[in-house]
């Protein structure tokens, strides 16, 4: 039987699918098409410290293969995020990973605090990367030092309780100073890639479309971004968990991301066009590694850069 089995930091899950923080919330809207426990795992949109209503609409806006998105991290804050959101998740059964964001290394820690108890949580996501901010001062990832001060406020609050996972931006000279910041600080794995910075302009108007001017760019546009820098990271730190998302809308883009170094994919933007595209993809995943010859998920990470040309 084929072994469809990964592992975050020191967690296994059942599969390598999860969702992708942002696209689907807490889970309410996919539950209605399928199970929740039929994902790896379910990434919440991040949470910040307090009610936060976002950026000014409009916030979306289509792109050539793919979209703007100009949010900003709109949502209820942590206090009712973990009286109604987690209490939900748990009832499902899902796999929870919390996805959190700050506007302070200070908000970091306390987010961890306030997290560092609670039951049913398999892994932390620390966006530290979040392009639909006011401020891109606030993109703690943007910068070594920063980057570095967040995770280590994360690690020192949160103990050895949950695996961190760091979420990075492509958007910088070198991810790989970058990741190898986060780890040192204690990081234990890598989420690639946050949405790249973009902007669009209406020809009409001839004014931005969005109301932020500047948004996250998502869809298949980017994945051959995030396969660059899932790639480039493997090869620094080979013995590094890696989340990989960016532009996967089918079981063959998610095999490309394994094959880069993935150990998990997170499904976004597809969800928006089909909501059931998370179950689809993992099927087709399946698939394409049975075809190749894998008789386990784990034989097929990072196998393009075997030595051996990665020819099977």
């Excluded at 009832?91 to 997290?115: C, F, M, P, T």
């Amino acid at each position: 039987m084929f072994n469809f089995q990964t592992s975050i930091g020191q967690v296994n899950f059942a599969n390598p699918i999860f969702t992708a923080s942002g696209c689907a919330g807490s889970g309410r809207e996919l539950a209605q098409f399928f199970n929740l426990t039929e994902l790896g795992a379910i990434v919440t949109k991040s949470i910040m410290l307090k009610a936060r209503s976002g950026r000014a609409t409009p916030r979306m806006a289509e792109t050539p293969s793919g979209m703007l998105n100009s949010i900003g991290l709109q949502g209820p804050g942590i206090d009712l995020f973990l009286e109604k959101d987690i209490p939900w998740l748990r009832e499902q059964g899902a796999n929870i990973v919390v996805s959190i964001a700050g506007e302070s290394v200070e908000d970091y820690a306390v987010l961890a605090r306030k997290l560092r108890s609670v039951p049913g949580i398999s892994a932390l996501e620390v966006n530290i990367s979040c392009p639909n901010v006011e401020n891109r001062g606030q993109v703690f990832a943007c910068h070594p030092t920063t980057a570095r001060a967040a995770i280590e406020a994360v690690r020192r609050n949160i103990g050895g309780e949950l695996p961190i996972i760091a979420k990075l931006t492509p958007d910088v000279t070198s991810i790989v100073d970058i990741a190898t910041e986060v780890v040192s600080a204690g990081a234990d794995a890598l989420a690639l890639i946050n949405t790249v910075l973009g902007m669009v302009i209406d020809t009409n108007s001839m004014r931005p479309k969005l109301a932020g001017k500047t948004g996250g760019l998502s869809g298949p546009a980017i994945r051959p971004i995030a396969v660059r820098a899932i790639y480039q990271v493997r090869e620094a730190m080979p013995n590094v968990n890696i989340l990989g998302m960016g532009g996967v809308a089918s079981g063959r883009d998610a095999f490309e991301l394994i094959l880069a170094g993935a150990s998990a994919v997170s499904i976004g933007t597809a969800t928006f066009g089909d909501p059931s595209a998370a179950m689809r993809i993992k099927r087709e995943l399946q698939d394409e590694l049975v075809s190749h010859g894998f008789d386990s998920l784990h034989e097929a990470i990072g196998y393009a850069h075997r030595s051996d040309g990665g020819l099977r």
